[in-house]
């Protein structure tokens, strides 16, 4: 990352996510693209999902989906992702004057994304 984006809020935003998303045969599946995901989570400031079966889906994955390393497998990188989440529905509008992005979704939850 260059040195002077690092001060900026890093948000990330998932429609879908690798780690379930359907293939034809097991060892069709590219192990690099999940494994992408689950590092920019990690690096993220605030992690978006378009629904809770998206949230929870990833989130529940992430473990079997590590074991398909061979050897040094990172452990509890569900639960260092899981409080940056949240669920945040379609439209998203981001108003010009704030970047206060409020989710009147199931999860009512307002996302602060200034601070």
Known sequence: LRPDLAPLRKVLY???NQLVYP???HQ????QYGYNQILSCLV???VLFNSQFNMESFLGSIDSFLRLMPD???RGLA?????K????YF???LPHSDITITSTGRSGHALDLSS
Do not use: Y
């Open 14 to 16: 998932f429609h879908e």
């Open 23 to 25: 293939v034809r045969k």
């Open 28 to 31: 069709e599946r590219d192990f």
């Open 44 to 46: 993220a400031d605030v």
């Open 72 to 74: 040094n497998r990172p």
């Open 79 to 83: 639960q260092r992702i899981r409080p």
């Open 85 to 88: 989440c949240r669920v945040l």
């Open 91 to 93: 439209p998203i509008e």
